[in-house]
């Protein structure tokens, strides 16, 4: 249910970011290719998803490696698994 | 375009008429495209012109910036942005939004809204890259000493050529794309390097003219220079020749024109609407800000050389007169002593406010709206006669008026003057 919540999150914040159609949003669909961002979309996309998270990327060089939604998928879990662990320590 | 570079004043001497199969190539008017504070269209553009009516309006918040004089501004009403594929939408600033809108509308009158040569040139003049913009960045970035919230095109609004590149992206366009930013002449001057890229056989077809995106940053500056108007009146700040002028009104918009050698419009059957027949640049090195009389005459003279006209051939001025005390005044006496008395010279700046490099480009299609329909739009607000202009012919109500060619004139801070002679077409390709 979690993953649910957040993949909703994801999607609709993308979505609305960069006009694209709920259809867009399927978990394969390849950021580049099929969606049409470029590397200043992904600029935005991290500003999109800080907003929509409430949290700081650090590890922006990571995002050079993101293919798919899946893949900003597993990614903004990381980090809140890292934000999470980092909150747990403070 | 002829430079004259002496500083003895004015030549008189008349090149030979242009011989179009001399090498030169004639450069006509096939499109028209505007966004201006009467909002989008040429023909709302005209109309406003035509019925007189202002479309300026109370600045907003300008009683609470301290020592703000300026209380008047010229904005265009809100546009449908999203007419705009994001992709391109994303790194346009408001004046390359404007910019886009008006190349649309422009190469829909041309006959090319489907289909239009990608090998198209663009010049289109700006101020400079987006002020609204690069507030954003700055009052972010200054404030919170980070750039973590700064999109991704920021700096491709930013850039001096932003408006330009963003528009030959949104196009496709693969011929020249140049980007001359002169203030308040570069819109004339971005259309002066299209005819002339045209005219040598460099380009057949180009899209050129300006846009402007209203900041404050203009209306201080005018301000503090006590060159902008403090009457808060929006049906009478703007005061062109009139003797109790106090100065310009800050407006915003876009004017873009498609030009075409007449080999390429006569190939496509293209409906010309228009003949640029001559360009004219001049540079005044006495003074940033004040204008100089030889100057300005040095480049109307230009444009009449490059145009093979007399003064005697020049049937009506659209004069830059911004309102400002010393450049009217300026203009006026350059005008008079080049062209005489009886020439009618109007400035439409009293309804559209000033645009900076906008404006040469609206005000050139406005022009060439009067040479098609054969009407004079006037001058208004121009009640009380300076004794500046009263050696000009400065028409006060509508009137019909045939226009074989007109001198248009675009003068900016900096010393940068451009003119422009366009002609009637009378004879149209088939």
Redesign the interface.
């Known amino acids: 249910m979690m993953d649910e919540r957040i993949w909703g999150t994801v999607t609709r914040a993308l979505a609305e970011e960069?006009?694209l159609k709920p259809e867009q949003m399927v978990p394969e669909a390849r950021i580049k290719e099929d969606l049409?961002l470029d590397?200043?979309?992904?600029?935005?996309m991290?500003?999109v998803l800080?907003t929509a998270f409430d949290f700081?990327i650090q590890d922006k060089a990571a995002l050079k490696e993101i293919q798919t939604l899946a893949d900003v998928m597993e990614f903004i879990l990381i980090t809140i698994e890292q934000e999470n662990g980092q909150a747990a320590n403070a | 375009m002829k430079e004259t570079r002496d500083d003895s004043g004015p030549s008189r001497t008349r090149p030979a008429p242009k011989d179009p199969g001399g090498g030169r190539n004639r450069v006509l008017v096939t499109g028209l495209g505007a966004v201006s504070p009467y909002g989008p269209g040429v023909e709302a553009l005209w109309q406003g012109l035509l019925e007189g009516r202002r479309p300026l309006s109370p600045l907003p918040g300008a009683e609470k910036i301290p020592g703000l004089g300026v209380r008047v501004v010229g904005l265009v009403p809100e546009l449908d942005a999203k007419l705009i594929p994001r992709t391109y939408r994303r790194a346009m600033s408001r004046m390359g939004l404007f910019a886009s809108l008006a190349a649309r509308e422009a190469l829909d009158s041309a006959g090319l809204a489907e289909d239009w040569p990608r090998a198209m040139g663009l010049a289109l003049g700006t101020t400079m890259g987006s002020p609204e913009t690069l507030t954003e960045f700055f009052s972010q970035y200054l404030v919170a000493k980070d750039f973590s919230g700064i999109r991704g095109a920021t700096f491709f609004k930013i850039m001096g050529h932003g408006a330009a590149s963003a528009l030959a992206q949104y196009l496709g366009l693969t011929g020249r794309l140049l980007a001359p930013s002169a203030a308040c002449a570069a819109g004339l001057q971005a259309i002066g390097l299209a005819y002339e890229a045209i005219s040598a056989g460099r380009e057949e077809i180009m899209l050129c003219g300006g846009t402007e995106e209203f900041d404050i940053l203009t209306a201080l500056t005018f301000d503090q220079i006590l060159a902008a108007s403090h009457n808060p009146d929006p049906q009478t700040a703007s005061r062109p020749f009139d003797s109790q002028r106090d100065g310009l009104v800050c407006s915003e918009g876009a004017g873009l024109i498609i030009l075409e050698s007449e080999s390429h419009a006569r190939s496509r059957g293209a409906a010309v609407l228009a003949e640029i027949a001559g360009f004219g640049l001049s540079s005044s090195p006495s003074n940033l800000v004040h204008p100089e009389i030889e100057g300005l005459t040095r480049a109307m003279q230009a444009a009449l050389d490059d145009s093979g006209l007399s003064p005697r051939e020049i049937q009506a001025v659209n004069a830059h007169a911004t309102a400002t005390v010393e450049g009217d005044r300026a203009e006026a006496l350059a005008i008079a002593a080049l062209l005489g008395g009886e020439v009618p010279v109007n400035s439409l700046k009293s309804l559209l406010g000033h645009s900076m490099a906008a404006s040469g480009a609206l005000e050139l299609i406005a022009s060439i709206r009067m040479i098609s329909q054969d009407i004079f739009i006037p001058n208004y607000n121009f009640n009380h006669l300076a004794d500046d202009s009263i050696k000009l012919r400065l028409p006060k109500f509508p009137q019909k008026l045939i226009i074989t060619a007109l001198l248009k004139n675009s003068f900016a801070l900096g010393g940068v003057n451009a003119s422009l002679v366009v002609k009637k077409c009378i004879d149209r390709p088939t």
């Not at chain 1, 590397?39 to 935005?44: G, I, N, P, R």
């Open positions: 960069f006009e049409g590397s200043l979309d992904m600029v935005d991290v500003i800080e700081k």
